[in-house]
T-cell receptor, first 113, second 116 residues
Framework: NAGVMQNPRHLVRRRGQEARLRCSPM?????VYWYRQLPEEGLKFMVY????????ESGMPKERFSAEFPKEGPSILRIQQVVRGDSAAYFC???????????FGEGSRLTVL | GNSVTQMEGPVTLSEEAFLTINCTYT??????LFWYVQYPGEGLQLLLK?????DKGSNKGFEATYRKETTSFHLEKGSVQVSDSAVYFC???????????????FGKGTKLSVKP
C-alpha cells in the first residue's frame, strides 16, 4: 500500500479557509476512493472516481466538498470554508477493476482551528 | 443496505493469549470480506480477505473464515504479540460497479492492546 501517495500528511487550517488534499494512486490503478475517519470512528466512504469521472459521490456532504480525478495528475479532495467538524483523517485508496481489494495511502490529517 | 457490525473495543489481552474479534455483515448478493489493520499513526493495511463462502483468509498468524450461513467473518489469532496492538477493521465489498469492485463498507473498528 506504500504505492498510494497522499499529501500533505498533516494540514492545519483556520475556520473559513480552504483545504486541498491530494492523492496519487498506485501505478496502473484507475479507481480512486476517498474515505473520512472521524476520531474514534471507522472509515466512511465519501466518493469514488475514475479518470475524469465521478462514479459515486453518495458519501460526500452536499456543500463545501468536491473531488476530482483529472486525466493528468493526482486526485484532489477540496473542502471549502472549513469548519471544526471537518477535522479528521482523510484516506485515499486505489484499486483496479479486477479485484475487490483496495490499497490505502497513509492519510491526510486535517485539523481545523 | 449493506452493513458491517464488529465487536466494540477496546480489547486488552496479555501476550500469547488467544484473540477473537467478532464481525457480522448484512449484504445482498455475494460480497468479498476483508480485515484491515491500522497501526498507530498509519493508514490501513489489508490483513486478509475471503471472496466466497467457506474461504479462509490467513496472514501473519491471523485467520478468518467466510461463513455465509451465519453471515460472519470473525478474526482469530492463537497467540497475540505486543506488536499486534492496533485497530482492526472488518469490511465488505459489494462489487457494486462493473461486477468487480464497489466501495468498501467498514465496521467501526476494534482497538486491540496487547500487554507484555
Amino acid at each position: 500500500n506504500a504505492g498510494v501517495m497522499q499529501n500533505p500528511r498533516h494540514l492545519v487550517r483556520r475556520r473559513g479557509q480552504e483545504a486541498r488534499l491530494r492523492c496519487s494512486p498506485m501505478k496502473g490503478h484507475s479507481h480512486v476512493y476517498w474515505y473520512r475517519q472521524l476520531p474514534e470512528e471507522g472509515l466512511k466512504f465519501m466518493v469514488y472516481l475514475q479518470k475524469e469521472n465521478i462514479i459515486d459521490e453518495s458519501g460526500m456532504p452536499k456543500e463545501r466538498f468536491s473531488a476530482e480525478f483529472p486525466k493528468e495528475g493526482p486526485s484532489i479532495l477540496r473542502i471549502q470554508q472549513v469548519v471544526r467538524g471537518d477535522s479528521a483523517a482523510y484516506f485515499c485508496a486505489s484499486g483496479t477493476s479486477v479485484t475487490g481489494e483496495l490499497f490505502f495511502g497513509e492519510g491526510s490529517r486535517l485539523t481545523v482551528l | 443496505g449493506n452493513s458491517v457490525t464488529q465487536m466494540e473495543g477496546p480489547v486488552t489481552l496479555s501476550e500469547e493469549a488467544f484473540l477473537t474479534i467478532n464481525c457480522t455483515y448484512t449484504a445482498t448478493g455475494y460480497p468479498s470480506l476483508f480485515w484491515y489493520v491500522q497501526y498507530p499513526g498509519e493508514g490501513l493495511q489489508l490483513l486478509l480477505k475471503a471472496t466466497k463462502a467457506d474461504d479462509k483468509g490467513s496472514n501473519k498468524g491471523f485467520e478468518a473464515t467466510y461463513r455465509k450461513e451465519t453471515t460472519s467473518f470473525h478474526l482469530e489469532k492463537g497467540s497475540v504479540q505486543v506488536s499486534d496492538s492496533a485497530v482492526y477493521f472488518c469490511a465488505l465489498s459489494d462489487h457494486g460497479y462493473g461486477g468487480s469492485q464497489g466501495n468498501l463498507i467498514f465496521g467501526k473498528g476494534t482497538k486491540l492492546s496487547v500487554k507484555p
